[in-house]
């Protein structure tokens, strides 16, 4: 349908497999009607740190602060 542009277009924020395994994905993201962001914002070691101390402050909050 995107090829015969019954669907104008589409967008996805990520594909099952990065980087794109199949070839009907890789025809996917080919297709000047498609936008896909990929999904490695949280994978830096920066964001990963503070992802691991927000939960640990909700665990700590949670079980009712440092005492």
């Known amino acids: 349908m995107l090829k015969t542009g019954r669907v ?3 967008s996805a924020d990520v594909l099952m ?5 199949e070839a ?6 080919s297709l ?3 936008m896909i962001t990929p999904h490695i ?4 070691a920066e964001a990963q740190r503070a992802i691991a101390v ?8 949670f079980f ?4």
């Open 8 to 10: 104008a277009f589409y």
């Open 17 to 21: 497999d990065e980087p794109p395994k």
């Open 24 to 29: 009907w994905e890789r025809e996917l993201i």
């Open 32 to 34: 000047d009607n498609v």
């Open 41 to 44: 914002g949280a994978q830096t």
């Open 54 to 61: 927000s939960i640990s402050e909700k665990i700590i909050d």
């Open 64 to 67: 009712g602060g440092s005492k």
